[in-house]
Each structure stands twice: as structure tokens, then as C-alpha cells.
């Protein structure tokens, strides 16, 4: 079944933890954290301290996206806070098997992340270790931005890699979802949609995210 995660980035930072508690309320099981260093990506966010006392504040699955240089430098201190996956980039991280068997042998789950540019053949081997690839379908930085089209095109790639070659990964979107391509982006792959400024800037974040589960539980059972 698909699952919706809120991505924190577009909520209220300070009224983090019950921003928290209502997506937890409204039945989020995965909670989205972006980090970012101001230099692969030109924002910044936050760091393990913040991821700590969220750890602290919930019990959703933290699925930590790094959208920073040099990942391998910041792997454990995140794992310590309490992440329960990292997910780094293809395009900063040139020894990715390294990469990702360091994240799994701390017992997490690893995920590749791929920016709008980068072409899904990139991770024609990861594929056979990685627990999840995260398709990026806007350029990250930012919330609010436009979901980009072609994005759904390496989607339904990477699904059918997973069919023809039997693998287990899990397929994650992340930009510009909402409740209009949920249901889209389900049929085309998606294990897991990231939505932040389509859930925390609605009126009723609860009930957006509520919806947008729904749709995505609906298209899961129609997936062909
Ligand atoms: C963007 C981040 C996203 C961001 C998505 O770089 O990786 O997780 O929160 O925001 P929306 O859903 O508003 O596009
Ligand atoms: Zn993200």
C-alpha cells in the first residue's frame, strides 16, 4: 500500500512538534526530514539536534533526505539522532555501494536520491543493494515548486527494472505532489509520495493529508 509522507520543510517550525502530532493523528505511518547545507542545494535547514528531538516527539519512521556535499561525513551523527533511513545523492556521493552498505550495516534502510538531470540508468547497480531510490521531481532547495512531468516517465523505469530483475526497493517521489497527481504517481510506481507545502499550507493539514492518503490507498488498489 502507498503511503504519503509530510515533508516538515513547509510547516511551522515553530510549532514543529504539534505539526508533528496531527499528521501522526491524521494516520502518517513515515515522516519526511530535508536537510540541507546551503551548498549542494542554495538552502539551508536542519541538522541532527532537530532530528533528535524529534526522535523524541514521535514515533513515525524518520526518512532523513541528506541534500548536502559530502554525506558520508554526517551518516552516523543523523543515524544517532534517530533516523530510521538516509536517503544521499547520486550526485555528490561517488562511492555509493560504499555509501549505502555503511547506512544499512548501522541496521537502517539507505535510499539513492537522483535530482531532475540525472538519468535513472545512473543507478543501474545500486539498484541490486539500495532499500529505496528517491526520484526528485522538482530541483531540490525548495517547497512549492512545480512537480516536473518527465519525472513520472523514470518512475515507471525504475518500476519495471524492479519487475524484469525481481529487486525489492522501494520507489519514493519527492517535489511538487498533491492531491491532483497522487493517484498518478501511484500507478506509475510510487511506494511512497512526499508532500510538504500541498499538506502544511493547506487550510486543514490534517485532513489534506488524510485525503491524499486515501487517494493514494485507492490507486494502489486499482494498480495494474
Ligand atoms: C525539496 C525537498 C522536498 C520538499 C517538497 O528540495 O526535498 O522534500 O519539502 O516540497 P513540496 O511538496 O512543497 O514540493
Ligand atoms: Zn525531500
Not at 517535489?175 to 502544511?200: H, M, R
Amino acid at each position: 500500500m502507498a503511503l504519503v509522507l509530510p515533508s516538515i520543510l513547509s510547516a511551522d517550525f515553530a510549532r514543529l512538534g504539534e505539526e508533528i502530532g496531527r499528521m501522526e493523528a491524521s494516520g502518517a505511518k513515515m515522516l519526511h526530514l530535508d536537510v540541507m547545507d546551503g551548498h549542494f542545494v542554495p538552502n539551508l535547514t536542519i541538522g541532527p539536534p532537530v532530528v533528535a528531538s524529534i526522535r523524541k516527539a514521535t514515533r513515525l519512521t524518520l526518512d532523513v533526505h541528506l541534500m548536502i556535499s559530502n554525506p558520508d561525513d554526517h551518516i552516523l551523527s543523523f543515524l544517532e539522532a534517530g533516523a530510521d533511513q538516509i536517503s544521499v545523492h547520486q550526485e555528490v556521493t561517488p562511492h555509493l555501494d560504499r555509501t549505502v552498505r555503511a547506512i544499512q550495516s548501522e541496521g537502517a534502510r539507505a535510499g539513492v536520491v537522483i535530482n531532475p538531470a540525472t538519468p535513472v540508468s545512473t543507478l543501474e547497480e545500486i539498484v541490486e543493494i539500495a532499500d529505496y531510490v528517491l526520484v526528485m521531481s522538482v530541483n531540490p532547495g525548495f517547497g512549492g515548486q512545480r512537480f516536473i512531468p518527465r519525472s513520472i516517465d523514470k518512475i515507471r523505469m525504475l518500476r519495471e527494472w524492479r519487475q524484469a530483475r525481481g529487486l525489492g526497493f522501494q520507489i519514493e517521489v519527492d517535489g511538487g505532489v498533491s492531491l491532483s497527481n497522487a493517484g498518478a504517481l501511484v500507478n506509475a510506481g510510487c511506494d511512497w509520495l512526499v508532500a510538504g507545502s500541498a499538506i502544511f499550507h493547506a487550510a486543514d493539514p490534517g485532513a489534506t493529508f488524510a485525503a491524499m492518503q486515501r487517494e493514494a490507498e485507492v490507486a494502489s488498489l486499482t494498480q495494474v
